[in-house]
């Protein structure tokens, strides 16, 4: 459905994208999990015919992006990672807007609007002003409007970003059964848990390229042994840290912001917690509480990057 | 067709915001009414006493000048009024002593200059005692010319800075509380001789003129409006979501022209239907041609809000210079005071704004013209639109 080979673009000397690759096949869901700055939307934007590309090249359904953009737009929905509404019309004129806009027309646009309504979890507001919709209301509207004309192809570039528990719960369950009916999906995002979620294939970027991709379990096999283990301390002494790194079995110590937990990656979890403790009790801190964590995406991309999927 | 979609969407969108609404619909035929009744009044038919003024006016002033030449030398006053201008306040003085004139008038230096506060400077009127009726009469010409000026450019900058944001519910309270207030001031100012005679040399009344003047400052916001509008789309990214339809960037260009010149022909018909039935504006004799110099000047605010919105970047910008343009542009079009008080350099430079020529040509029309004499002003403002729209056009599509 979708192929990406080796694209890039840079913003004046900066280059943002470096290489990127990647396909995506025919109702799959694919995740691309990356941190803020990543170069996700640049990517989605020039997939979408939105942003020229320097180099590279990416094929719909085998039509090149440059060649054929008419016929790629209509295949393709996107779901922007800000709100792309008009506050001041409601609900339902901006889904009749956006499908007219993708050459739906008369009743069948009107008809299309109240089920895309429904699903989304809105019929009962659809003749409110977007204005007056809360945050998780207006990102399901968002989502909305890219289905209107029922594309093959749905891009969702972060459409779970500030919202609440319920709603975001909501959106997930939404993009699952889409889905399930057979639409391909991909999906950013730096919340590893929506990815794992939703995504059979996952690609994890960084820094404009693509460091990883496959499967989840793939992915987490890749992780060369290495376990995060976390510890919590009561207080924090600095040669605490230099002495952690000082042994063997340590790969990598990070600190959290208030200095309150450690997440020390390490070449074997079981076998290090003894000498993690002793070496904390050695410097007269408490240790309250340590814990393997089990190897997951954030894992590797601590691995891969020496730095956590956020802030 | 996507661009009438797009041109739809965006006519709704004006047209059902409230606020808008009323900006560019309920408040010129407000100032309509407060500027035309400030300088209509009718020349009573009982006959004025003859009156011999002596002027003196210390340094220049623009509306010195212009109540010299065409208030106390203007068609009205002519008739009863003769002018006689005189070097000093001394010599003033003694030509009443000697009975030479019968009042006299003492502009100021820079009479003008605190307008913008609202305010002018006082003028000194003598008077022969023995001659009280002249000398009353002078006292109230002047009177109504003062209110006269001092509304036109208070309301107007009232207006004029606070449609250029977007106001709450309660600064629109405070709004026409205060538009109310200058027409109370108005209405217990005995604006008995307020003449008709300074809007040049047609006979068109003093609210013909602001219907006109009206008109043609209030369709120029959506210049402004218009780029906000595009620039808008580019900042919350339905833009972008528009780009990613299979819409030409041409088409999302047309339609956002169209949709401002959907815009400007409704608020124009709108303005001519109320004026007319509300205040009984005389719009003139042919209306084919009043709609087809609206329709032109409507195109030349379309284009030009196109061009400005590749011109600005963000929408604080267009606020700031589209506020200012727009009290740049109605000062030297004629909206706030009228063209004839212009020196004639100033009268030329009038020529680049849009709204001058849709001006003048709606005083035209009133008084009647032909088709000949409006074939130029419909050019102009025709081809001001299409340069500037296709400048704009390509300098977005550039982008
Ligand atoms: N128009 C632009 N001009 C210059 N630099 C840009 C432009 N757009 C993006 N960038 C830069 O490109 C890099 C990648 O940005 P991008 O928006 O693709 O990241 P992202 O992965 O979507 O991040 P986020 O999770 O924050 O949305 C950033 O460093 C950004 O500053
Ligand atoms: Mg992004």
Redo the contacts with the bound molecule.
């Keep these: 459905m979708l192929e990406v080979n080796h694209l890039r673009k840079s ?2 000397k ?1 280059e ?2 470096k290489g990127v690759t990647f396909t995506v096949d025919k109702g799959e869901a694919f995740g691309l999990l ?10 989605i ?1 020039m997939i979408c015919g939105l942003l020229p590309y320097d180099s590279g090249e990416i094929k719909v359904d085998g039509f090149s992006v440059k060649e054929h953009q008419m016929e790629i737009k209509r295949k393709i929905g996107v779901v922007p ?1 800000d709100i792309a509404l008009y506050p001041t019309m409601s609900a339902h004129d901006n889904l009749i807007f956006w499908g007219k806009m993708y050459g739906l027309s008369g009743k069948q646009v009107v008809k299309k609007a109240n089920e895309v309504l429904e699903f989304v979890g809105l019929l009962d507001r659809g003749k409110d002003k977007i204005e007056t919709f809360s945050g998780g209301m207006k990102r399901r509207i968002n989502i909305g409007a890219a289905l209107m004309h029922q594309p093959e192809l749905l891009i969702m ?2 459409p779970t970003v500030g919202i609440d528990p319920q709603s975001r719960n909501h959106i997930l369950e939404t993009v699952k059964e889409l889905n399930k009916q057979g639409m391909t999906i991909i999906y ?1 995002s ?1 919340y590893m848990e929506e990815v794992e979620f939703l995504c059979k294939r996952i690609g994890i ?1 960084d820094h ?1 390229e693509v460091i990883a991709v496959g499967t989840k379990d793939d992915l987490v096999k890749r992780l060369s042994g290495g376990t995060v283990v976390k510890m919590e301390v009561n207080h924090f002494q600095n040669r605490l840290v230099e002495e952690l790194n000082t042994l063997p079995l340590v790969e990598k110590v990070m600190v959290n912001d208030d200095k309150t937990e450690l997440e020390i990656l390490v070449s074997s979890g079981h076998q290090a917690l003894g000498e993690l403790v002793s070496t904390a009790i050695k410097n007269f801190i408490e240790v309250s509480s340590i814990k393997v964590q089990e190897p997951n995406l954030e894992t590797l991309f601590l691995q891969l990057t020496g730095r956590s999927l956020r802030d | 067709m996507k661009s009438l979609i797009i041109a739809w969407k965006d006519f709704k969108i004006r047209f059902m915001d409230r606020k808008g609404f009323s900006l560019m619909i309920l408040f010129p035929i407000l100032l309509t009414a407060i500027l035309g009744t400030a300088l209509s009044g009718v020349m009573g038919e009982q006959s004025l006493p003859k009156t011999t003024v002596g002027v003196v006016q210390n340094g220049t002033d623009q509306i010195g000048d212009y109540f010299i030449k065409d208030v106390l030398k203007g068609k009205e006053l002519n008739d009863f009024v003769s002018v006689k201008i005189v070097d000093s306040k001394k010599k003033l003085t003694s030509l009443i002593h000697d009975e030479k004139i019968d009042a006299g008038i003492v502009i100021p230096n820079g009479w003008s200059q605190d307008l913008q506060d609202g305010k002018l400077k006082k003028v000194d009127l003598l008077v022969d005692p023995g001659k009280e009726l002249q000398g009353s009469m002078m006292n109230s010409v002047l009177q109504t010319f003062v209110n006269r000026v001092i509304t036109t450019s208070t309301s107007t900058k009232i207006v004029l800075t606070n449609t250029a944001q977007t106001l709450s519910p309660k600064e629109m309270n405070d709004l026409s509380i205060q538009l109310s207030r200058s027409l109370e001031k108005l209405a217990k100012s005995n604006a008995k001789y307020v003449q008709n005679a300074s809007i040049g040399k047609k006979q068109v009344s003093g609210m013909q003129y602001y219907a006109a003047a009206m008109a043609a400052m209030f369709l120029l916001f959506n210049i402004m409006n218009g780029a906000k509008s595009f620039i808008n789309e580019r900042e919350t990214e339905t833009l972008a979501r528009l780009m990613c339809t299979p819409t030409a960037k041409l088409s999302v260009l047309m339609g956002k022209f169209l949709g401002n010149l959907y815009f400007c022909i409704v608020q124009f018909s709108l303005f001519l239907v109320i004026t007319h039935l509300l205040f009984h504006v005389n719009w003139g004799e042919n209306i084919i041609q009043t709609i087809s110099i609206a329709l032109m000047y409507s195109i030349a605010v379309s284009g030009l809000a196109i061009f400005f919105a590749a011109l600005l970047k963000d929408s604080k910008t267009a606020d700031t210079v589209g506020g200012l343009g727009v009290q740049i542009l109605s000062l030297i079009g004629g909206s706030m005071v009228p063209l004839t008080i212009f020196p004639n350099s100033l009268k030329t430079v009038a020529n680049i704004a849009p709204n001058k020529w849709a001006l003048s040509s709606f005083i035209d029309i009133m008084s009647g013209t032909t088709w000949n004499a409006l074939l130029l002003p419909l050019t102009v403002l025709f081809l001001i639109g299409i340069v500037s729209v296709t400048i704009g056009t390509w300098r977005l599509q550039a982008k």
């Design positions: 913003f004046g900066t943002v994208v990356g941190p803020n700055g990543a170069g996700k939307s640049t990517t934007s990672q570039d972060e950013t730096h970027i404009g």
